[in-house]
C-alpha cells in the first residue's frame, strides 16, 4: 500500500474528512467535494495533520466530473484505497437519488479501470436495512447500465410507504434509506467484478455518528432520542469510524469483501432485537 494514493470523494466534512486523515499514514490523500471553500478548509486541515493531500472540486453525480477527477487521482499516484463517503440526506428526492445512488454507481465505474490490488470502501447507512427492495426492483438494480435504470428505481423507490420507525424523519427520508439500501447491494453485486482486478470492495454502515450532517437536521430533542437509542447513550465521533475503516485497509483482511460492516454502537442491534434486562 506504501506510497499508493487514497481517494476520498465526500472527503471535505465530517466522517469523510476524518477517513482522509487517517488514511493519510497510507499514503498521498486526494479529497474531493462540491463546495470549494469547504475543500480548502479540508486541506488545510490534512496538512495541518501532515498528510500529503491534494483536493479537487468534485460532483459524484456528474459522470463528467467523476472521470476527470479519477483522471487527475490516477497522475498523482498509482490507485489504492478509494473510500467514498460523499451523500447527502436532505433536499429534493431525486437530487438524493442522483448523489446517493447514481454518485455512487460513478465512483465506481470511474476507478475500475485503474484499480489493482485496490479496494473500495462505499459509505451506506444503517437506515438502509429499515428498506425491503421488491423482487421488481432488485431486477431493476441488477442493470444499474440500464438506460432507464435511474428513472425505473427512482419511480419504484418513490412509491414506497417510509417504515414507521423513520417517519420521524419527514417523508424526504424514504429516498435516503432506500439510496442506502442500494449502495448495500451495489456493493454486493461488485464483489466479482472486483475480484476479477485482484480488488476488494465493501460497504460500512454507520449508525449515528457527530457529523454536520447529523447535526443538519436534528434539534437537540432529537439528538437525545437518536443516542437514547444506543447501547452506549451517545453518537459516534467521526474519528471513530475512520478509525475503524483504516483497521480493515490494513494488510491481512484481503478476504475481506462484498459486504456491508456495521458501525453503529448498538443501534441497530436494539432497533432490531428487544434487549435482555
Ligand atoms: N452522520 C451520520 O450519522 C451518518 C449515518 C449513516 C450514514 N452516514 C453516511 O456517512 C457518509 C458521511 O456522512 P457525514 O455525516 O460525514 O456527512 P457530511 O458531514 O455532510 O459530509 C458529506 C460530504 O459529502 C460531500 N458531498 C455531498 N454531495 C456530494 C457530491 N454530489 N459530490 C461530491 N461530494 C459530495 C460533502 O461536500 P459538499 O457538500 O461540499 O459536496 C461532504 O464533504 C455519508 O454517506 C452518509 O450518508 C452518516
Request: net charge negative; proline share 5%.
Amino acid at each position: 500500500m506504501d506510497r499508493k494514493l487514497q481517494v476520498v470523494p465526500g472527503g471535505t466534512s465530517g466522517m469523510g474528512l476524518a477517513t482522509a486523515v487517517a488514511l493519510g499514514k497510507f499514503g498521498p490523500v486526494l479529497v474531493g467535494g462540491r463546495n470549494e471553500k469547504r475543500l480548502e478548509s479540508a486541506l488545510k486541515t490534512l496538512k495541518e495533520a501532515g498528510v500529503e493531500a491534494y483536493g479537487k472540486q468534485l460532483d459524484i453525480s456528474d459522470r463528467e466530473s467523476m472521470k476527470a477527477f479519477a483522471e487527475y487521482a490516477a497522475g498523482i499516484a498509482p490507485i489504492g484505497n478509494v473510500v467514498n463517503a460523499a451523500a447527502i440526506d436532505s433536499g429534493a428526492s431525486e437530487l438524493i437519488w442522483k448523489i446517493n445512488v447514481q454518485g455512487t454507481i460513478n465512483v465506481v465505474e470511474a476507478f475500475l479501470p485503474y484499480l489493482d490490488h485496490s479496494c473500495v470502501v462505499n459509505y451506506s447507512s444503517i437506515t438502509g436495512y429499515f428498506y425491503q427492495p421488491s423482487r421488481e426492483e432488485l431486477a431493476v438494480w441488477s442493470a444499474p447500465d440500464a438506460p432507464d435504470f435511474f428513472e425505473k428505481s427512482f419511480a419504484i423507490a418513490s412509491s414506497k410507504e417510509l417504515d414507521e420507525r423513520m417517519k420521524f424523519q419527514g417523508p424526504q427520508f424514504l429516498a435516503y434509506i432506500a439510496s442506502k439500501r442500494f449502495v448495500i447491494y451495489y456493493t454486493q453485486a461488485n464483489a466479482l467484478r472486483f475480484g476479477r482486478k485482484n480488488s476488494q470492495i465493501f460497504s460500512v454502515a454507520p449508525g449515528s455518528f457527530d457529523t454536520p450532517m447529523l447535526r443538519e437536521i436534528s434539534d437537540p430533542a432529537a439528538v437525545a432520542r437518536i443516542e437514547a437509542g444506543t447501547a452506549f447513550g451517545r453518537l459516534g465521533a467521526p474519528e471513530e469510524m475512520a478509525d475503524f475503516i483504516t483497521c480493515l485497509l490494513q494488510p491481512g483482511h484481503q478476504y475481506l469483501t462484498g459486504c456491508d460492516l456495521i458501525l453503529d454502537g448498538g443501534k441497530s442491534a436494539m432497533a432490531f432485537a428487544k434487549q435482555y434486562e
